[in-house]
């Protein structure tokens, strides 16, 4: 596959897809992002690296940092981590209380936000310091040291997160959560706020294209039947109420945020990140989906 | 009416109804409370006043307190109030997201939780000291000096008061809360936490009977217009989700609380207060509506 | 009170309130009645009579005949009617099927269209001929031998309704419907064609402000208890969605219909008619809503 | 991969699973079937068959059928057909109602039972003679030419089927359905009557491991991009409410049936199908499921 050929080819595509969507606005910090950005990066678990646009530019991942939570979450507690969280799509807004109400403060999976909360308090739990335990973790997987939160969007979502507060609150008055909702909620707010490129996020994503184990690291981050079950929530839960959409149009696993950047992966074959802040109705990257859309069709090649 | 001996009746009536409910044991402070209490006070618009049993015995309020505070907010802001609430029977149990969800942080009436908590935002908004403005007013209402909250509820609500904290937290995050959360959980929790007996929510509530004039102060707490209404909300909002069982087996218009305690009014005719703390599973007094029942029984005359 | 002199004023009053609301159309026969109809009938326990406007043209009751059914299927069966339909009200329009799936198959109360089907089926169960029965019994209660069905009101219902059918058919599969599906909707639909006017609905209606006794027929055709407990489903039950909002303003218990009719009681005092033709988005008649609050308010006498 | 090694192993490691679900007896003919049934067929895209147990044993696919007339209709109206049936998970059962009243009528993907009442609407709005085209193009994937309807089943879906009718009925009156209602459901009724062996399931399936085109046929059934999409509604929708639990577990695209029959892909690899009748809370089968997660376990092989 010539990716770097395909990667220009995405790029020509999606320049009539600008203006249909929303930049997010919930926070100054993301209003502020010029829509017209984009950026893409893709690695082959063979050790290929291409890129196009703004690929280096950080930006917000917000909710792709379920999928690292996750990660971590798994790998402390293993299969127990399913009794406090499912794995079921919820054809819900990702903050929905709804179903929380009707499942007694069970969320129905880990990339909805009552479910990272529930994961960002299983770290909680287990780490001495959670938030460094996600920095080290996702510096280590990335290969970039510097890899931080943006403290500005930290405060702003701590500031604004009522509806979030309000999930935290209901998980802790069913019993779901162990700590402090203000503690969990620090944390969730913090891996919200994390900034990183398309470059480092498809090489931190990367060990899920390659059965668990990090070609950077060469080591195994998840067991192959870890990284095979990540998989399969991302692609059943990881784009909001848009999944099937997603799942019918790109046909990968991936996860989005609202800060315009969608992660997705082809198991046994590479991780792509694709960042765009203009959003759809349903807070996924609208150029971002299209761009992905794009790579399946034109490589002929999807997990279906 | 020989009110006299038909409480008589009703204390004799209600005695095999003990021991098919369960006391309020989500705090400490209201499981301490022994099951075989009971007390009933009427007064007459005319200046009768009747009970049986315990009806001196203080008991906390919880939920009736919600009359009261509807009663201030509306003396306050008059029909603006329905633009933050509804006045539509929920359907719901009290402490339900869903409808809150659905309908975009309007909560159906202000006799559910969430519906509650906008009124005390109200009053917080309005007042300068708004605990001391209720607590005048429901001292100068009842004639009892020293009506006041128990502090060991009103600290066991807010230490265990995770979904009103969900509900505040979810009313903030739509708009719907014009002061800070915790103040008004704050305010909520005290009201809550008001103890008072039958005998003194019997003269505190005279004034729906009696056209919004009380007997006592002598003047109209509300227009005849607005207790006509304070009445209806009562009516078809007052009991959780047993509105439309109360009507059909009592028919009064009628607050209940998790107490134990349940007031009601005949329009033009009496208040009434009764007190027993074994609830059925939509939170109400079982002997105290089996008291109520057999009341308007007896006297062959309710609003219907 | 000076009856005829209240009705003028109040058709006065509601003179503004056309063209405020949409007559229904979902059927030919009521999309071509007039929007500016206006009848109204008050009738008083003791004998008065009072009209002005249309009341004697004669209109499709459509819902109001679940008051009837729900008089005829109480003094079949009793309390047992209570175990296949429930007493709350509903939170939800008139024709939601929601509440009915997650409360598998029990209908919340007898004047939404689900428990009304209920009704019709146990009047089909329990007569020997169901629909000549309703005839009797409202020709009967209303001293009008040849009020009857609308033909073509009836068959526009069966081809259109299947809403209708889709409830029943779901009642079916619940176990909840001892007669076939069409034979039950059958019976259903005639009874939403029946054509009434005001005079003759507040003779129909009389007995439900006079203790259960038809004044006209000199006979009970309610116990006094059963009388109160179809009065509180009307005042709970009896306005779709819009239950709240109509006692919060009227205040007394009354059940309408799409054809633009309102039934009303003033339990001690008097049944009242009204219709309509326009309506509000709840499918309440707008000024019929408007002249029955204006009633209530002139006269200063409501159930609250 | 040796396949037929793994089947037997397969065999042997769901032994232990029998006895743990319920047969389906919502009607006789299936109440009947024993519950200690097991086959399986496996054929790979280059023309491998292997097969176990009571593979060439027919049984009720139910609705497994709802692949196959998707299929026809997606190749009759293309893109068209998703204005009028959406491709997200439910979230709920099979059955529900629920989604489709807050969804207008729009059922919200084509495997529940309300979406595929649409798809059969289109079948019989695009066919001479719906039932005989399913048959034709079922007995041409599958090379059976003797595949048929099970008169029995069909009758008695017929006869019991009044959740079906209420969606039905309810499609129809959002105006959904442009057949009648009995017509759509004598086709849907049929689809689910189909009797089918694994072996001949594993063959009418293949074209969706193989980009569309049917190797028996040596011609393209669906395009290339309509394969993957059919593929992505299978994964994203195809097990009832337990599509995030199979994809976790197993990790294929399948679709299964309340006859305890699940066909599935490998895309570019296989299609497989089990059968054994005893099924889960969600409708599928316990011991079908067990088996297609042992076979992405040994070949350590799924789309993630």
Redesign the interface.
């Known amino acids: 596959m010539d990716f770097d050929r395909i990667l220009e080819e995405i790029a020509q595509h999606v320049r009539p897809c600008f203006g249909k969507g929303r930049v997010a606005d919930y926070i100054p910090a993301l209003a502020a992002v010029p829509g017209d950005k984009f950026g893409m990066a893709l690695r082959t678990v063979d050790g290929g690296y291409h890129e196009i646009g703004d690929a280096r530019e950080r930006f917000s991942i917000q909710s792709i940092s379920k999928v690292f939570t996750l990660n971590i979450a798994v790998s402390y507690v293993g299969e127990a981590l399913w009794r406090r969280v ?7 807004p990702f903050n ?7 499942e007694q403060g069970i969320p ?2 880990p990339m909805i936000n009552a479910g990272a909360i529930v994961v960002s308090d299983v770290l909680l739990t287990h780490c001495d310091d959670a938030k460094q335990t996600l920095l080290d973790r996702l510096r280590a997987l990335s290969g970039a040291a510097d890899v931080g939160f943006d403290p500005v969007v930290a405060r702003s979502e701590a500031e604004t997160g ?2 979030n ?3 935290a ?2 998980l ?2 069913h019993g779901n959560l162990e700590n402090e ?1 203000e503690a969990v909620l620090d944390l969730y707010f913090h891996q919200c706020a994390l900034a990183m490129s398309c470059s480092e996020l498809s090489m931190a994503a990367l060990h899920l294209a390659n059965g668990g184990v990090s070609p950077l690291l060469g080591a195994a981050v998840l067991t ?2 870890q ?3 990540v ?3 991302m ?3 990881g784009l909001y ?5 997603f ?2 149009r790109v ?1 990968l ?1 991936a996860k989005s945020g609202v800060g315009g950047g969608i992660v997705a992966v082809l ?1 046994g074959h590479y991780a792509v990140a694709v960042w765009s802040p203009e959003l759809d109705e349903s807070g996924n990257s609208t150029v971002g989906g299209a761009a992905l859309e794009h790579l399946t ?1 034109l490589t ?1 090649h ?3």
């Open positions: 499912g794995r079921e799509p919820s054809g819900n929905s209380l709804v179903q929380l109400e009707y129905r999976n009522f509806i507060r309000a999930l609150s209901f802790k008055g909702v192959p039947q990284s095979k079950r998989n399969a929530v692609l059943t839960c109420d848009a999944v099937g959409e799942a019918f046909g696993p198991p069709t002929g999807s997990v279906f």
